[in-house]
């Protein structure tokens, strides 16, 4: 275990499944935007790793999350196995090799920087919904 107690206050209630619930770690911008789009709650935004970035992946409370995977201060690395082993699907936004990163977290999505909107907002999309992509 990971030492991990307690669940953040804004993660305390179980997600109704009428509103999807977004986690974006990284660049926000474009996965705000896209999340307003898609009538997406963002439960929670964090420009760089943190307790509360751990915190809220290991809450595993949210639908999707979309994540850089390199950050200012670090690999998101154990943010995205934490959503993983949650089930969370998970959007992986990188410059490095797609292929490589697609390796590294079987059954993660992989954008590669820079992405459009478009591309950002169908994988969204299709992680909320898997089913039908």
């Known amino acids: 275990m990971h030492g991990f107690h307690s669940v ?3 993660l305390k209630q179980v997600p109704s499944k009428q509103v999807p619930r977004l986690f974006i770690l990284g660049g926000a911008a474009k996965a705000s935007l896209v999340a ?27 639908d999707c999350a979309v994540v850089e995977l390199v950050l200012h201060n670090g690999i998101a ?17 990188s410059s490095i090799m797609r292929n490589a990163v ?27 919904k898997p089913v039908t992509c």
């Open 77 to 93: 690395d154990t943010v995205i196995r934490a959503l993983q082993r949650r089930d969370v699907p998970v959007i992986i936004c």
């Open 8 to 10: 953040p206050p804004t």
């Open 36 to 62: 307003r789009e898609l009538g997406c709650e963002i439960v929670a935004s964090e420009i760089a790793l943190s307790v509360h970035a751990m915190e809220v992946a290991e809450a595993g409370l949210v």
């Open 102 to 128: 697609a390796e590294l977290y079987p059954g993660a999505a992989v954008l590669a920087n820079p992405y459009s909107l478009e591309e950002l907002r169908d994988a969204i999309a299709c992680a909320l």
